[in-house]
């Protein structure tokens, strides 16, 4: 079983439109993260919730909301997407805080032409 | 807000050969996480350091923290193509921080 399960693998989409990327993780964890990796491989935290409470904001566009049904999950909606929107993004999870070991999903390839 | 910086960028070795990659803190470092990535995949986590002088290894690659806790070092031993990809150095802030930093990745290519 996967521990931290991303869909959909890749996305190619235009400009404009509206997309989600969904996140889940079977491992029981109490955190849960998202990261964005840019064409330069430089990974930048953008989100983070631990049990559903939204605690790191990082500057990030408000086109893009994360959302947290419940423990396992965490989707990132992403509304008029830019061109500069195309990157990798990385959802993971971990216990707690600080000490963590986090375990991050295979990634998501976002394209936007 | 806390950086890391790595070395080198990028680095090329002939199978069977030594290398090392470092990892410096703009502070002092409560855990310093080492991860590696292949194109395509996730992140997977190698080793987790947090006592000053701590030392693990796993296989080949060793990795330390250093006793004033603000540089990492990732030795790998007798490299193999097996070994290649991007690997970083992650770490978390102070106190009550759920925020994970990482370097820019070292992307390593072994050449058989």
């Known amino acids: 079983d996967t521990a931290v399960s991303q869909t959909p693998k890749y996305l190619v989409t235009q400009m404009g439109n509206d997309k989600s990327i969904k996140c889940e993780q079977n491992?029981?964890?109490?955190?849960m993260y998202w990261y964005k990796q840019d064409s330069k491989k430089f990974l930048k935290i953008m989100f983070s919730y631990n049990n559903k409470e939204l605690i790191i904001n990082e500057t990030v566009p408000n086109r893009f909301s994360p959302k947290s049904p419940d423990k396992a999950h965490l989707n990132l909606h992403i509304n008029s997407l830019e061109l500069g929107d195309s990157a990798v993004y990385f959802c993971a999870s971990s216990w707690g805080q600080r000490t963590a070991e986090a375990f991050f999903g295979q990634g998501t390839r976002l394209t936007v032409v | 807000s806390q950086e890391l910086e790595q070395s080198p960028q990028s680095l090329i070795v002939q199978e069977g050969k030594n290398l090392t990659i470092n990892c410096t803190s703009s502070k002092t470092l409560y855990g310093l996480y080492w991860y590696k990535q292949k194109y395509g995949e996730g992140l997977i986590f190698l080793m987790m350091l947090q006592k000053g002088g701590e030392e693990k290894s796993h296989e080949k690659i060793t990795a330390k923290l250093d006793e004033k806790k603000q540089q990492s070092s990732l030795h790998i031993t007798a490299s193999q193509p097996s070994h290649a990809g991007i690997y970083l150095c992650g770490a978390a802030g102070g106190g009550s921080n759920y925020k994970l930093t990482f370097g820019k990745g070292t992307l390593l290519t072994v050449n058989p």
């Open positions: 491992l029981g964890h109490d955190t």
